[in-house]
Nanobody
Framework: QVQLVESGGGLVQAGDSLRLSCAVSGRTFISQAMGWFRQAPGKEREFVAAISWSGGNTYYADSVKGRFTVSRDNAKNTVTLQMNSLKPDDTAVYFC????????????????????WGQGTQVTVSS
């Protein structure tokens, strides 16, 4: 079993930055492909960013490319989402997700590909 706990959400103004963290425990973190998703009120959960367990491969949704950066620290069992130039459209609950894999470069972008999920952290961007 894997436990994921997100932190770092909050209320910011458009143009500000936030840094979300996801702490992973319960199973070898280094073999987990990780992803960030978000869900706005009345909308489906959508992909934001993903990182392979090696950290050598990342992928972003077009809506956040160039503004968000995903990274991981395998020594600290954490994955981070640095969000810059935030927009009101970025307002959502942000979730991290994990899935074990043997492939060190694997990227997963679909919610159904992930087994483990955190409870989410609220990000609100005011205009």
């Amino acid at each position: 079993q894997v436990q994921l706990v997100e932190s770092g959400g909050g209320l910011v103004q458009a143009g500000d930055s936030l840094r979300l963290s996801c702490a992973v425990s319960g199973r070898t973190f280094i073999s987990q492909a990780m992803g960030w998703f978000r869900q706005a009120p009345g909308k489906e959960r959508e992909f934001v960013a993903a990182i392979s367990w090696s950290g050598g491969n990342t992928y972003y949704a077009d809506s956040v490319k160039g503004r968000f950066t995903v990274s991981r620290d395998n020594a600290k069992n954490t994955v981070t989402l640095q969000m810059n130039s935030l927009k009101p459209d970025d307002t959502a609950v942000y979730f991290c997700a994990a899935n074990p894999t043997q492939n060190s470069m694997l990227i997963l972008v679909n919610t159904r590909q992930y087994i483990y999920w955190g409870q989410g952290t609220q990000v609100t961007v005011s205009s």
